[in-house]
């Protein structure tokens, strides 16, 4: 089961757009900053296939200027 957290940095005047758009997508939970325009976003897929179809996902956000990976944990069994 993958899990990753990252920083996601919305366009200009985006971050609640992109809040929104982050809460439609399954295997994602947001938390936003209180005083930044800055989001942090942690991933958990069931397996690598589900994770690489969100990967895609999130690379087509229009409202997304930048995601910096924060932390990564994929449990090989």
Do not use: W
């Not at 990252?6 to 609640?16: F, M, Q, S, V």
């Not at 087509?60 to 924060?70: F, K, Q, V, Y």
Request: proline share 5%; net charge negative.
């Amino acid at each position: 089961m993958p899990i990753f957290s990252y920083l996601a940095i919305p366009k200009d005047g985006a971050r609640d757009v992109l809040c929104a758009e982050l809460a439609k997508i399954e295997h994602c939970q947001i938390i936003p900053a209180d005083n930044r325009d800055i989001v942090v976003l942690v991933t958990d897929t069931p397996d690598e296939s589900v994770e690489k179809e969100l990967q895609k996902k999130l690379k087509g956000l229009e409202c997304l200027h930048s995601l910096s990976l924060s932390f990564g944990y994929n449990e090989k069994v």
